[in-house]
């Protein structure tokens, strides 16, 4: 059923979610009630879209938004792959400035529903090759809300004639209140140069830190981790916004690698299930694919990703 005009709305026992197709096919809410010593409320699970990011069909005001088909940054929008050459132009809406393109092609499309429940909704977006990305493929999204959590289904079918790299992931947006901690086993992170693209590999002390839980506040940090044991936790105190609370995010290979975006001073973060690093086309000449990732699609293959979240009161 909708929410309202231009919005799918998901909805089973305490859990709400709200899809905004026109928007990237993004999740625009995820939100639970509560009822807890005679109180109760509402909280946001994720960082809901503003009206005004509705308006525009702004996905990067939305809570989420699907990545494909590639995470993050290209350097300088160059790259190439089994004889074909990628050129892609700057696309980023808030740094129109900036030289390198993110975050793929699916969050600035409108995305065809073709499944919409009380529980589920499925959307589809196709892409002609073109210089930018010179392989044709198509995408889609599942979307399956149950009592206890939230799961998505990600595909991208490679429709050319020759093989496509590819990465997938999504880009959900946390509320970040005073208190938060944030659990995220991984083995290393890419350091960043000044303009967040991959220098190289550390564990350091921010990995140690993530490993046994550090309050979000003691981060600053946009970077790429590798090794990811596929969970993240993400944990809430007491406060205006209802009991204590946590929300465990898991994903399935391909999706091995996240990355963690949390300047200090913002209301919101960013932890997102990615199946590659950073500017992995470009990096394949000096390093494996181990810390890369990213797939090679032969025409007509399908590459399968999945994450949940779920909410937990405490």
Known sequence: MRASPGLLQLQTGALRVDVAPDAGGSIARFEGTWARGGRQGR???LRPATEQGLAQRNPLAMASFPLVPFCNRIRDGRASFEGRDIRMPPNHPGDPASPHPLHGIGWLRPWTVTLA???HAS?????????AWPWR????QHLEL???ALRVTMTVTNHDTAAMPVGIGHHPYFPHTPGTRLTSPAAAMWIGDAQVMPTRLEANDDVAQLREGVVLADLDLDNNFVGWEHRTLVEWPLDQHGPRRSLLMEAQPPLDYFVLYCPRGYDHFCTEPVSQCTDWLNLLPQYDRGPLGGSRLAPGETLEARFTLT???E
Not at 123 to 131: K, T
Not at 137 to 140: I, R
């Open 123 to 131: 959307l589809r977006f196709e892409e002609a090759a073109s210089e």
């Open 311 to 313: 909410p937990r009161w």
């Open 117 to 119: 429940g009380g529980h």
């Open 146 to 148: 149950t009592d206890q």
């Open 43 to 45: 909280v946001d699970w």
């Open 137 to 140: 493929f198509a995408a889609e």
